[in-house]
């Protein structure tokens, strides 16, 4: 559970960085771009497939966070 609380935590900090809310930064980007693509986001994905409680339409839920959080992420490191 508390993997899912930081993602949306992170989701929404790359939201405002994003959006121009504040400034955009590598310190904040390059450790979020790991977080989504290297370490927690992988992982949280293994996690969603692999959890029997789920249906598919939650599972579909999440992996689409994951998505939108990697969208997030592209788009502010396009503006460095």
């Known amino acids: 559970m508390r993997t899912k609380i930081k993602f949306s935590g ?4 790359l939201a405002i960085v994003a959006t121009g809310c504040a400034p955009t930064s ?3 980007i390059a ?3 790991r977080f989504v693509n290297e370490t ?3 992982e949280y994905e293994l996690y969603i497939a692999a959890d029997e409680t789920l249906d598919a339409f939650q599972k579909q839920i999440r992996f689409d966070n994951v998505s939108a959080m990697r969208a ?3 788009s502010a490191k396009g503006g460095q």
């Open 40 to 42: 927690v986001g992988p």
């Open 26 to 28: 590598s310190i904040l």
């Open 31 to 33: 450790p979020m771009d």
């Open 10 to 13: 992170c989701l929404g900090l």
């Open 72 to 74: 997030v992420v592209d």
